[in-house]
Every structure is written in C-alpha cells, then in structure tokens.
C-alpha cells in the first residue's frame, strides 16, 4: 500500500503545527503551506516546524494561498485547510479586509483547486464564532449560526464555501467547529499565553469585564485528534462541533494558572471588547457519534501542560 499524502495548510501555526506532527507520527506524507503572515512573529512559526522539517517525509511549500499559483500545489489525500486570519477581537475597521482575504478568498481558491481532485477529505477549520452569543447551550450544530464578531462571519463564510463545494461537485468537505483551543505553543495573543506570559514576567494581566465569561476550552492534542478522526471517518458535507468538554469561567482559568505558576495575578479589569461572546459551550453528541472522539484532556491537565511550556518560553517566574 503506498503512504497517504496530506496538505497541511497554517503548518507552521499552532494548531497546524500540532497536526503535522500528528500526522508524521501516523505514518502520513505532509506536504505543509504557510505564508508566515505577521499577525505574530512569524520567528514563532518557524520554530513550530523545527521537529517536522527534521523528517524527510514533510516538506515546507512558503506561500500565500490568496496569491500564488495554486496550480502548483501537489495531488494529495486529504487537504486539511487550516490557513486563516484568526482572531475574535482584531477583526473590525480596516483589518477587515485581511480577514475576507485569508478566510473567504484564500478558501474558495483552494476549493477551486481540489474541486476535481479525488480527495477522501478536504477537512476545514471552522469556529465556534460562527454561533456568537447562541441562542442555546451547549450548542448544536443545526442551530442557526449568529456570529457576534466580523471575524466569526469569515469563517462561516469559509465553512459555507467548503459545504456547498460538496454539494454542487461531491467534494467531501467537513468543517470542524474548533471552541477556544490551547496548549503548547498557542498564539500569543490569546488569553492563557498572554496570561502565562505576564505573570511569569510579573507584569499585570487584563481581564475583561469581570472575568465570569466562560469557554468550552478544547486541549490542541484533543482539537488535532478530532482533526486527524474527520479525515478517517468524517463523510461529508458535514459539521462538527470540537469542543473541550467543559465550561471553565476566565477568572477560574486564572485562579488555576497561578497555583500551577506559584504567581499571584496582578489584575486589571478592562471592559469587554466588541465581538467577544459571553459564553462557548459545545453539544458534543455529533461528535462522539460519528467520529467516536471523546476529549480526553480536561482543563486542570491542559493547562497545566501550556504553563509547563510557558515556564520553558518565559522563565520561571518568582
Ligand atoms: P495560527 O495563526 O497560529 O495559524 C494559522 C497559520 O496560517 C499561520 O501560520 C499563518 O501564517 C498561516 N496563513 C494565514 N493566511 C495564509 C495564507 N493566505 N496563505 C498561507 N498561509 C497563511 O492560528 P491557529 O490558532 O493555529 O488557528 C488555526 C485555524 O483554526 C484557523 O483557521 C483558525 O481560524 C481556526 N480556529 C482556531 C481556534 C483557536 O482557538 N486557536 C479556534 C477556532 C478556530
Ligand atoms: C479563540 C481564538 O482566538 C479564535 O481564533 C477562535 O476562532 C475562537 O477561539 C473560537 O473558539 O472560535 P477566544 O475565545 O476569544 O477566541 O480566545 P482567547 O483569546 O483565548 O480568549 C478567551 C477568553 O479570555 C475570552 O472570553 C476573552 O474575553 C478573555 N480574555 C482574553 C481576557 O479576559 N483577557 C485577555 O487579555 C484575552
């Protein structure tokens, strides 16, 4: 049997990353897209991909998929297009723009793509910022999607694109509905990166509003299995909610981080920015039914594994 093949788009982020890796340990070719775009150091990125350009069977192809050539990207498997914008609360004015370039267009370029390929999956990274403030929790995928952020109506837009590429060509898109994920190398700009970061520096941390809005954190080893279980058993057109199992209040995040960091939080509470929903929660019954995936890393374990990382990154704080 010849080895499968994968494109990996967003390999050196930090979920593609992950996946990568994923699937270099299941015996998988990856071929990985990235442009580095500079929404953070793209040094960062490079540094995601150090173990996976050690093996021979991953190779790096540098580009923007919203410009290039897609011509040249290679036949594969499986295309896993996880290359976005990301980004709740920088999604409005002017940035705008970034967000319909690398969500809508760079999606719909590569759907054109692999519209005639004979992929066994083109796996999508959605969001739970398609659901914004949901009319109901834990939320199900045939809920109708509300977004609450400009960024949130990229990626259902990207997520529409992908479904009705299915439908109108049989390409057998599925989009996974990732909520809130973290762990080793998560974006800095997100909240337990940048919580990790300033206690360990000692400087303060901002809490929007009082700290009471909650997310369904999802582990990244949990996000990527979820991912890898789309590719095997997903079907498709489908969605997946990808949630972490649990509801856990940003302030108890918090609380948390400073007994695993032994660092007591210098607070600032700032009022809660447009676009940020009060509260993610996923109804996580697709999921187990049709890819059997049952997160396994519950948000004590998780995060205690992003400030061990943090630790390595920053220093050891007091
Ligand atoms: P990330 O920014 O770390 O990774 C995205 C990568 O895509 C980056 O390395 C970037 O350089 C690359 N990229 C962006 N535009 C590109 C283009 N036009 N051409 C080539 N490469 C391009 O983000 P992440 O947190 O790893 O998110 C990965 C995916 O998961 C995104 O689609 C994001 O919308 C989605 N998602 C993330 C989360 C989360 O909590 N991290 C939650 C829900 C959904
Ligand atoms: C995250 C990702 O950034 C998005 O790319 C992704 O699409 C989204 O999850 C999703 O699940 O759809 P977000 O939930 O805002 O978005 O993730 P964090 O940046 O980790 O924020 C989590 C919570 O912490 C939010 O409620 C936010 O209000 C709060 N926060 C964040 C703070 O209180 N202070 C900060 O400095 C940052």
Redesign the pocket.
Known sequence: MTESHALV????????SHLVERLLANGTRVTG?????D??D?AI?RANLIGPLADSRFRLLE????EADLATLPEVDVVFH?????GVRASWGAEFATYT???VL?TQRLLERYRESRLERFVY?????VYGDAERYPTPEDLLPRPFSPYGVT?LAGEHLVLLYGRNFGLPGVAL??????GPR??PD?AFHRFCRAMLRGETIAIYGDGSQSRDF?FVADAVEATFLAWERGGGPATYNVGGGSQVEVREAVALLERLLGVKAKVRHEPTPPGDPLRTRADSTRLRAALGMVPSIGIEQGLAAEAEWARRLYGEGR
């Open positions: 788009t967003g390999a050196a982020g930090f979920i593609g897209v990235d442009g580095f775009t929404y953070y793209p990125k580009l923007d998929l919203g996880l290359a976005a914008q990301p370039h690398h969500n760079v990274a959605s969001s739970s910022s990626k509905r990732y909520f809130t994920v973290y998560q974006r997100m999802t």
